[in-house]
């Protein structure tokens, strides 16, 4: 792992844009998946392992066996092996109703996710801030299909089972209810994910991260798809404060900065 992040290191300094400057990251041997939010990071490894980043170090949080992570307006929540969901609760992770197999915690204090059968559905406000470890949450089911979805403060965006992009301007967080999906043309992704700020990044079906430019209040959908260099296939891409973190096909974690 030492070696491939080294050559990693030494490609992407060959491959600097005047936009952005990749290299390796704090190393997390094995990465899997990564998601940023309100200035915390949050990954897993191969393992189901979870880990929290402070400072350029990984630390392990209680282990849940959790194959996916999101920290965001909505706290922090996971995933199991198995698809429950938990959430992080006073130190450890608590068990709440309901399956899927990706979830967001991006949205402006409610949680959304997609299912096994790639049916998304969303957490709202109120059971997102009254669950602390009992009782049961309900959730709403939303009108289409995807196969993973995230949610900023300009909206919320989604990939179908084709790999097309859609987005939703806007979503009620004490309703779920929202303004109807809108496809964004231009790339086939297999990830998208919405930052705190609402830039907007994916991962393409041939491994490329992306970036959707020109997203504003008046603009929510943006004007183009560039492409940020990273010189190796990724699987997985979160963006917070000015860093896109991203996770390589072989588990290698990427930062890349302005």
């Given amino acids: 792992m030492k070696t491939i992040a080294a050559f990693l290191l030494v490609l992407c300094h060959l491959a600097i844009s005047h936009a952005w400057n990749c290299k390796a990251g704090p190393r ?5 998946q990564i998601d940023a939010g309100q200035g915390k990071v949050v990954a897993t490894d191969r393992y189901n392992r979870n880990y929290f980043l402070s400072g350029s170090s990984w630390y392990r949080l209680p282990s849940a066996s959790l194959k996916h992570v999101t920290v965001g307006h909505a706290g922090m929540w996971g995933i199991s092996t198995r698809n429950y969901i938990y959430k992080f609760v006073a130190g450890s992770w608590a068990r709440a109703s309901g399956s899927l197999k990706q979830i967001d915690a991006g949205g402006n204090l409610f949680t959304v996710g997609v299912t096994t059968s790639n049916y998304p559905y969303c957490l709202r406000t109120s059971y997102v801030l009254g669950f602390h470890g009992k009782g049961s949450v309900s959730w709403t089911r939303m009108s289409t299909r995807l196969k993973y979805y995230s949610c900023g ?3 919320c965006w989604g990939v179908d089972t084709s790999s097309r992009v859609y987005l939703t301007k806007s979503v009620t967080p004490s309703s779920c209810a929202n ?5 964004i043309p231009g790339l086939a992704l297999n990830v998208v994910e919405v930052g705190s700020d609402g830039k907007v990044f994916g991962v393409t079906t041939t491994g490329q991260v ?9 603009v929510p959908q943006g004007t183009v798809w560039t492409f940020v260099p990273i010189c190796t296939p990724m699987k997985h891409v979160s963006y917070d404060l000015g860093n896109v973190w991203a996770v390589s096909t072989s588990g290698v974690v990427m930062r890349c900065t302005h």
């Avoid at 997390?28 to 899997?32: E, F």
């Avoid at 303004?179 to 496809?183: E, L, P, R």
Wanted: hydrophobic share 25%.
């Fill in 153 to 155: 403060p300009y909206g």
């Fill in 28 to 32: 997390l041997s094995y990465a899997s």
């Fill in 210 to 218: 992306c970036e959707r430019t020109g997203i504003t209040s008046r």
């Fill in 179 to 183: 303004s109807g999906w809108v496809q």
